[in-house]
DNA sequence: ACCTTCCATGCAAACCTTTGCATAAATATT
DNA sequence: AATATTTATGCAAAGGTTTGCATGGAAGGT
């Protein structure tokens, strides 16, 4: 049966009082006299009043509802670092909207628009690929919501913004390459717009230069997305070309695991021959043969820290609020794939 | 700078005209002429106005959200259900509000009470597996409020469905395993009061039936997760059982996956000396040595006409509905850790 | 010139909750 | 006994939108 929901003034017409007393009394109002507060909340209950969002968020102009954009979900990545988030927001009383943007910066935009039409609080995003015009993001900003960006950067845009370090994670992992012997250390590299990609570009630079190594052109490639599928096509490429390397610094786990049947297939040994490290730390690169070597993030925490300044940012002043920049550390996972130290 | 959003009162006013001449102007109301029309819209642009979806969701009670909640978010299987859901939601003016009960009836049932407080149009869940009443969801829909369930059943629980047959994939898996010779089968299942585990078992024994092979409780286990962890623990105590199998097929890809390096390091052969096949056909199960042969299953279109029916169902007349259930086709996938037929 | 008809617009109520102000009754003060 | 004070409650507006009904004016018909 469908029936509707108990309102103020039903409790209100059943107790013969008005429906600004009711609303008091639950409020726990010290105007209102114990008996009626009495009354009327057990009146409530028996009706099981809930209160109805919408009227109070067309009061004071709040939804309770967060906004989310991510590129994908079905990944490990952004799928833990929404699990983080839905943690955090849990006991708060907000809600999230969670939408994809796909890499498509179209849709990034059109979701935006979603979600102000729904009047979110709030938004939390990792833009696309594609992203480098911000005047969404600005648009959202000038009409009062708060916005965090998180792992990847949209430079010239002011708001808050929790990062994990890249490039410390990239430098160290080729800096570990470096200390077991290799030479020839190529990287499979992401789209080079994103801040992420570029940072552990400089982190893997960076290592090659301070241990005096040359880079070699020839060793470095860009790959197009993040799944193994990229991985295969990038080290069909690079095992091609005239230089083999004896290492390879993935941007990502699933691009690491795509190159790992196509180098075996080729008669070279992990890591003997070629020495294999990635990026994310995904659940199931342990069980990869062999193991898969890797830098963890701390997505979940990434994901939590976020809301958690988000939250503080919606219930902060306006005025006097300066942004934060968060960074959090990533840390290398040593496993088969890569040699050991001695 | 925090700015107020325009309404139709600002723009009322701005023309000198009233509120009502707005709405229906830019309603496209044959009722307004067209010189106001035009006026009124070009005014509506240049405030950049947006209706407030609060002020309308609490005139006409509906909120255009749809509440989901699933086990977890992380996990390949839900995360690519959601995909497809939010691909359908995607242009229907909807949004999705997404909970995880962790496989917590506590946690599912507070999810559905933020859920029911946030007057969702609709909800879409997969119950926990501690799931046994349906108090919580009976509420829901004697509120009025359309129930798809997905995936897991709830038995008593009369609403729309949409599944995967599990018993189907199970039976063929298993089927498959006998006809490439395998005889002693060891079954890895699930939490057995989910419907997905029971199936799948019942497909099992079936298919050994079928097949005149003798069910032996030696080698049929719970396990209590769907991780590779409880894969590992599952395995070890098969192994050190007085009967060897022949061929373990795993509620899951996941669990499957668990087993494999416990398997190889007692120095037992995949598939020769062991048959594998896990459920699900997640993205990575074909990147394992040796790849995982796996049910695959339809999960992005489970998540899809799950979208569909609800849709379907809030915007039908809730008289004369008649639920339905929708059953979707799994497909055996077959790779390395079985053996081939001949 | 008057009545009908039609077209374009405005008024006001409804959706539900919160809250400043007013009011009524009861008690305390002089 | 009359006024001041406290205590408990109600009224009404606000928040933004939609919509049935009423109204105003103009045009058409006789």
Same mark, same amino acid.
């Given at each position: 049966?469908?029936?509707?929901?108990? =309102?103020?003034?039903?409790?209100?017409?059943?107790?013969?009082?008005? &429906?600004?007393? +009711?609303?008091?009394?639950?409020?726990?109002?010290?105007?209102?006299?114990?008996?009626?507060?009495?009354?009327?909340?057990?009146?409530?209950?028996?009706?099981?009043?809930?209160?109805?969002?919408?009227?109070?968020?067309?009061?004071?102009?709040?939804?309770?509802?967060?906004?989310?954009?991510?590129?994908?979900?079905?990944?490990?990545?952004? &799928?833990?670092?929404?699990?983080?988030?839905?943690?955090? #927001?849990?006991? =708060?009383?907000?809600?999230?909207?969670?939408?994809?943007?796909?890499?498509?910066?179209?849709?990034?935009?059109?979701?935006?628009?979603?979600?102000?039409?729904?009047?979110?609080?709030?938004?939390?995003?990792?833009?696309?690929?594609?992203?480098?015009?911000?005047?969404?993001?600005?648009?959202?900003?000038?009409?009062?919501?708060?916005?965090?960006?998180?792992?990847?950067?949209?430079?010239?845009?002011?708001?808050?913004?929790?990062?994990?370090?890249?490039?410390?994670?990239?430098?160290?992992?080729?800096?570990?390459?470096?200390?077991?012997?290799?030479?020839?250390?190529?990287?499979?590299?992401?789209?080079?717009?994103?801040? =992420?990609?570029?940072?552990?570009?400089?982190?893997?630079?960076?290592?090659?230069?301070?241990?005096?190594?040359?880079?070699?052109?020839?060793?470095?490639?860009?790959?197009?997305?993040?799944?193994?599928?990229?991985?295969? *096509?990038?080290?069909?490429?690079?095992?091609?070309?005239?230089?083999?390397?004896?290492?390879?610094?993935? #941007?990502?786990?699933?691009?690491?695991?795509?190159?790992?049947? #196509?180098?075996?297939?080729?008669?070279?040994?992990?890591?003997?021959?070629?020495?294999?490290?990635?990026?994310?730390?995904?659940?199931?690169?342990?069980?990869?043969?062999?193991?898969?070597?890797? +830098?963890?993030?701390? #997505?979940?925490?990434?994901?939590?820290?976020?809301?958690?300044?988000?939250?503080?940012?919606?219930?902060?002043?306006?005025?006097?609020?300066?942004?934060?920049? *968060?960074?959090?550390?990533?840390?290398?996972?040593?496993?088969?794939?890569?040699?050991?130290?001695?």
């Amino acid at each position: 049966m469908k029936r509707r929901h108990a =309102t103020l003034s039903d409790i209100a017409k059943a107790l013969n009082v008005s &429906a600004s007393t +009711v609303s008091r009394a639950l409020h726990d109002s010290p105007l209102i006299g114990k008996e009626t507060k009495d009354s009327v909340i057990s009146m409530a209950k028996a009706l099981n009043y809930r209160p109805n969002q919408q009227a109070i968020g067309l009061l004071n102009k709040k939804t309770k509802i967060i906004g989310v954009i991510v590129p994908e979900i079905t990944g490990y990545f952004f &799928a833990t670092a929404i699990n983080g988030l839905q943690d955090f #927001v849990e006991n =708060t009383g907000y809600k999230l909207i969670i939408g994809q943007s796909n890499e498509s910066f179209d849709q990034e935009a059109k979701l935006m628009e979603t979600l102000s039409l729904a009047r979110v609080d709030g938004l939390i995003i990792s833009p696309t690929s594609e992203t480098t015009s911000n005047i969404h993001l600005e648009n959202f900003r000038e009409s009062g919501i708060p916005v965090v960006v998180f792992d990847r950067d949209c430079p010239h845009f002011l708001s808050d913004k929790v990062f994990v370090d890249d490039y410390e994670g990239a430098f160290q992992a080729v800096n570990y390459l470096i200390k077991t012997g290799c030479r020839r250390i190529a990287h499979l590299g992401g789209p080079g717009n994103l801040t =992420t990609c570029r940072c552990r570009k400089r982190g893997y630079l960076d290592a090659l230069i301070q241990n005096g190594i040359r880079q070699d052109p020839q060793l470095i490639l860009e790959v197009s997305g993040f799944t193994p599928d990229c991985g295969e *096509e990038a080290i069909r490429d690079l095992l091609n070309r005239e230089a083999i390397p004896d290492a390879i610094f993935a #941007v990502n786990d699933a691009v690491a695991i795509g190159t790992m049947p #196509v180098i075996l297939e080729k008669g070279l040994r992990i890591p003997q021959d070629i020495s294999l490290i990635g990026f994310d730390d995904e659940p199931y690169s342990r069980f990869f043969k062999p193991s898969l070597t890797s +830098v963890w993030q701390p #997505v979940y925490e990434l994901g939590l820290l976020s809301g958690r300044i988000l939250m503080n940012h919606i219930l902060c002043s306006p005025e006097d609020y300066t942004y934060r920049r *968060e960074i959090l550390k990533p840390e290398l996972v040593l496993r088969q794939s890569s040699k050991p130290l001695m």
